[in-house]
């Protein structure tokens, strides 16, 4: 098992930016490849970015897709969740997993997942 728990949420003005980090410790975290999802009130959960478990390879959600960055270090068992630009919209709780085998954006195939942190973002 991995148990993940995430930081860095706040509030922010539209156009400012967050570091969200997920801290991972239980099994071996390089074994894992990471995901971020959001979600807001009355909205499904949407993937925001997968990482391999090598960290070689990113991949984005549409809506965050050029303003936002994912990286992982392996060995301080941290991925962090770089976002630019931020929108109103960016609005909800953050969530970071974990699954094994590839990266997916659907989030049914994540086994493990933090508790969230909350961002909001002020117009």
């Known amino acids: 098992q991995v148990q993940l728990v995430e930081s860095g949420g706040g509030l922010v003005q539209a156009g400012g930016s967050l570091r969200l980090s997920c801290a991972a410790s239980g099994r071996a975290f390089s074994g894992y490849s990471m995901g971020w999802f959001r979600q807001a009130p009355g909205k499904e959960r949407e993937f925001i970015a997968g990482?391999?478990?090598?960290?070689?390879?990113?991949y984005y959600g549409d809506s965050v897709k050029g303003r936002t960055t994912t990286s992982r270090d392996n060995a301080k068992n941290t991925e962090l969740l770089q976002m630019n630009s931020l929108k109103p919209e960016d609005t909800a709780v953050y969530y970071c997993a974990a699954k094994a085998g590839s990266s997916s954006s659907f989030y049914s195939a994540y086994d493990y997942w933090g508790q969230g942190t909350q961002v909001t973002v002020s117009s």
């Open positions: 990482i391999s478990r090598s960290g070689g390879i990113t």
